[in-house]
């Protein structure tokens, strides 16, 4: 079980109503008139393939313009003037924590409160110096020399620390703000897409980096390497003082959802570890200090080095003689799942150190392609730390996830959430009995009252979460006793109840079940709760029919009842299988008619409408399908006039993506659902670690939906899944380009990281290292869980560098031919890259599959039949363009699928292509 902690002060819910405002979508038209500032003085230079300028008074980074993007700048220089005065951290900055003799720590900032600095005599490869020591603030015992350089063409920063007292000095926190303009404030999307850039980090020490990437996905991306002895052993949001503890190390900046502020390159974080960060709070790296004893010097900084694009990252980082590591498939590791990781680097592995020790196993492989292939096996459960050791004395860290087979989480989700979370609340004022409702792990309690009254009336992301991934689930995995209570919940609570069972407004569906009305329920709301903001809506507001984003929830309800009651007889029995359907489509055409302004916009798991209309078409019921598609490419044709059609009631969102993806690929528009793909990885990166890699930003909705809300970047939130269901679309599509793979792969299994050992799923993980642990709330997990539940699936692949790899499976190579050993989350899906097929199973479980390159065949083994599992319903798809047809010898298409009866024992089936 995860313990969690009520965090104080930077996170006190009494914040919530100032930092949650209405949802507003900037225009170009409606911007606010900017106020003016005085001009700032700039000094030009050109290094390599960059414009740069520094400011002429402080010499800190006012611009870093590539040459491959004409207009475009990695900082904000557009606001450079707003941001001149005291209190506003640039590249260039320095923060410290230190002590003399044990005592009290002391901090200094560059920043807080500027003075002017003392230029340093020209010398060679330095563009501008400066000691800045006056500026750091009054009583440092150490000299600060700060240098620009041009090493070889890449724009490198330095800083060289000097201890000028006559007594050591241990220096407990050292950061450099990493400034990069990711504000969304003021712009369009258009605008915002075409300025702005995002920052992920590789926590790795040694082998540590940012990379920064432009919101279009476009090149070039922006690669900040360590210099000399710099290891990123932190990464440490630079608070708005008003919200800060640590008072020296902030920034004026508003942080919010259209900007989620800066953050520390922090290369020693000991001070923060004893001071402000949770003693309990584990963090990516040990956490260190160093001490310079009288008149020694230490350099520390780091290299901006670009990248054409990001595809080519990992190979730009090779170039720079940085260690690579790749970890397949990825970085979450189930106890039956065999991964690897394959290392580059130009210095030879000398250790390898898992901690905890019975977290891993990590052995050895051999060598491919001149990559060091390491077998991993996961052995416990929750969080590990791998560090390689090298010859030069550098460390690299590799961050892991351990879980249980994930047939095991499975069952867990399913049986937590039907029975822990299950709400059978007789007399409910608010008709929410029976129900799922949300979950405080912290106080192991169903919460059945929250000012953001969402949480509790089973509606909206923070309130919906639970039942939709009870209801997701059963997409591959039903168990009787879960789809009974779930069967009782559709009929007895959503529809009449959450969703408008009768009239003109038929199908609609509510904000909320629960609301504030002391005069009607007295006595039933918490007195110590703030009840006081627009969040506690009356039940008029709870009632609304137009939000849009509330409508998928209740049809996946629907819909996987249906799936459920069509492929599995005896399950479901309260209701045939065309009434299920009958409600998801009853659910869509509502949507269109009761929430049209927010349908104009993506919905996360909105491509549940492409499945439903789907099997409107499999099922013959024609007059359905053809209203349905009229209205979806109402709202197709429009996102098609747009550049970059991903408008959300926020500035800026991560969430309609997948939707828009799926429509866009649906009515035949691939030139948008390529701008679609390279959207999402502009802000999906992948990297050596299991928090970030595949995590698709999210940086807000702790405040809509998390117990400890702050503006904070989420790990593992429901975009980390949702945006893999349409990267792993476009891969199938084009099998070469394995970077889809994993970054998706990346996204699939990072939303597993949220259930704990019982089954008790998490909104998502604070990333800030004060807290370093899951979120108590349920939340909006199972936004999450719909895009793992709908795209687990294994991949064979044949990798032009490693070989033949699973992802999601064990593999074997024999003698002409490749076994794999499904592994993933639902054991009903298989794509076989080289041949380009896409097999999916709605009943029906894959024991095994061999692929026989040298002829093409596919021999799937299926698990024995079960009482509700009598026949696989098989379906194959050529995946990429040109790839082979397959279909199994001698069956008949029944509803677009091939009905494959099934033995007491394993059945074979064979799939030969045409």
């Not at 209801?471 to 009787?480: I, N, R, T, Y």
């Amino acid at each position: 079980m995860r313990m969690f902690r009520s965090v104080s002060l930077w996170a006190m819910i009494a914040v919530v109503p100032a930092l949650l405002g209405p949802a507003v979508h900037v225009t170009a038209q409606d911007k606010p008139a900017k106020p003016s500032y005085p001009p700032i003085a700039t000094t030009p230079y050109r290094v390599g393939t960059f414009a740069l300028a520094l400011r002429s008074d402080t010499q800190t980074l006012a611009s870093l313009r590539p040459d491959a993007a004409p207009g475009f700048d990695f900082v904000p220089s557009a606001r450079e003037a707003e941001r001149a005065g005291d209190g506003y951290v640039h590249i260039g900055d320095l923060h410290l924590r230190l002590r003399s003799g044990g005592g009290e720590w002391r901090d200094f900032a560059s920043a807080k409160a500027r003075r002017p600095i003392t230029a340093l005599p020209a010398a060679a490869g330095m563009i501008a110096g400066a000691d800045i020591t006056a500026t750091m603030g009054d009583g440092l015992p150490l000299t600060i020399e700060r240098r620009w350089m041009n090493d070889n063409g890449v724009p490198t920063l330095r800083f060289t620390i000097i201890n000028s007292s006559a007594a050591p000095v241990e220096i407990g926190a050292l950061g450099m703000p990493m400034v990069f303009d990711n504000i969304i404030t003021d712009r369009s999307l258009d605008e915002a897409h075409a300025q702005a850039s995002f920052v992920d980090p590789y926590i790795g020490r040694d082998a540590g980096y940012l990379q920064v990437t432009r919101l279009n996905g476009a090149g070039p991306a922006l690669l900040v390497l360590p210099d000399a002895a710099s290891p990123l052993e932190a990464w440490r949001p630079i608070l708005q003082d008003k919200w800060a503890k640590e008072a020296a190390f902030t920034d004026r900046s508003d942080r919010g959802q259209t900007s989620e502020g800066f953050y520390d390159w922090t290369v020693a974080s000991k001070g923060f570890a004893e001071r402000e960060w949770a003693k309990a709070a584990e963090q990516w790296n040990t956490p260190t200090s160093f001490t310079l004893a009288p008149g020694e010097r230490r350099t520390v900084g780091v290299r901006l080095v670009p990248s054409p694009s990001i595809r080519a990252i990992e190979t730009t980082l090779a170039a720079q003689q940085r260690p690579v590591a790749i970890g397949i498939p990825g970085y979450v590791v189930p106890t039956d799942l065999e991964a690897s990781l394959f290392v580059k680097a130009p210095k030879a592995i000398t250790s390898l150190t898992v901690e905890p020790a019975d977290a891993l196993t990590v052995t050895r492989a051999g060598e491919v392609n001149g990559w060091q292939k390491l077998a991993v096996r996961g052995t416990g459960w929750g969080r590990a730390r791998l560090s390689i050791g090298y010859a030069d004395g550098s460390v690299q860290t590799v961050s892991y996830f351990v879980t249980k087979p994930l047939d095991q989480t499975m069952a867990d989700i399913g049986r937590f959430s039907t029975t822990k979370q299950w709400f059978e609340g007789k007399g409910d004022p608010f008709g929410r009995s029976p129900a799922i409702l949300t979950y405080d792990r912290e106080a192991n309690a169903i919460v059945t009252q929250e000012p953001r009254v969402w949480i509790a009336g089973m509606s909206d992301e923070g309130g919906g979460g639970s039942w939709v991934a009870a209801m997701m689930k059963q997409l591959d995995h039903p168990d009787a006793v879960e789809i009974a209570r779930l069967e009782r919940l559709v009929n007895e609570t959503v529809v009449g109840g959450l969703q408008v069972a009768t009239g003109p407004t038929a199908g609609a569906v509510k904000k909320s079940l629960f609301y504030y009305d002391p005069k009607l329920h007295p006595g039933f709301y918490n007195a110590a709760a703030n009840w006081k903001t627009w969040t506690s809506w009356s039940k008029k507001d709870a009632g609304d029919l137009g939000r849009a984003y509330n409508y998928p929830h209740v049809a996946i309800g629907h819909w996987v009842l249906y799936r459920t009651a069509r492929n599995h007889p005896g399950l479901v029995k309260t209701q045939r299988w065309r009434w299920y359907l009958d409600k998801a489509y009853q659910t869509t055409v509502a949507m269109m008619r009761d929430a049209p302004y927010y349908a104009e916009f993506g919905l996360m798991e909105g491509d549940v409408f492409v499945d439903i209309l789907k099997d409107l078409k499999r099922e013959g019921l024609t007059a359905e399908a053809t209203n349905m598609e009229a209205l979806m490419r109402k709202r197709a044709d429009h996102w098609q006039t747009l550049k970059y059609p991903f408008g959300s009631e926020m500035a800026w969102d991560s969430t309609g993506q997948a939707e828009v993806y799926a429509w866009m690929r649906y009515f035949g528009h691939q030139p948008q659902a390529d701008v679609t793909r390279e959207v999402i990885l502009g802000y999906d990166p992948t990297v050596p670690n299991w928090g970030y890699n595949g995590n698709a930003r999210r940086y807000w909705d702790f405040l809509y939906g998390g117990k400890v809300a702050r503006i904070e970047r989420q790990v593992h939130h429901y975009g980390s899944t949702l945006n893999a269901v349409p990267l792993f679309d476009a891969y199938r599509q084009n099998p070469a380009d394995t970077h889809l793979l994993r970054v998706a792969y990346g996204g699939l299994l990072g939303g597993i990281t949220n259930v704990d050992g019982e089954g008790f799923s998490s909104a998502a993980f604070h990333s800030a290292p004060d807290m370093m642990t899951w979120d108590a709330y349920s939340g909006d997990y199972g936004m999450g869980f719909y895009g793992h539940a709908l795209t687990a699936a294994t991949y064979v692949v044949k990798d032009a560098q490693f070989g033949w790899l699973a992802y999601g499976g064990n593999l074997r190579e024999n003698a002409g031919s490749v076994t794999v050993v499904p592994k993933d989350g639902a054991r009903s899906r298989l794509f076989v890259a080289p041949a380009g097929a896409w097999i999916t199973l709605e009943a029906g479980k894959i024991a095994q599959a061999r692929y026989t390159p040298a002829t093409g065949r596919i021999t799937l083994t299926l698990d024995p039949a079960t009482p509700t599992t009598p026949a696989a319903r098989l379906f194959v798809e050529a995946g990429a363009a040109g790839g082979r047809v397959y279909a199994p010898v001698g069956k008949a298409v029944v509803r677009g699928g091939y009905s494959i009866p099934l033995a007491t024992r394993s059945t074979t089936v064979e799939l030969t292509p045409s």
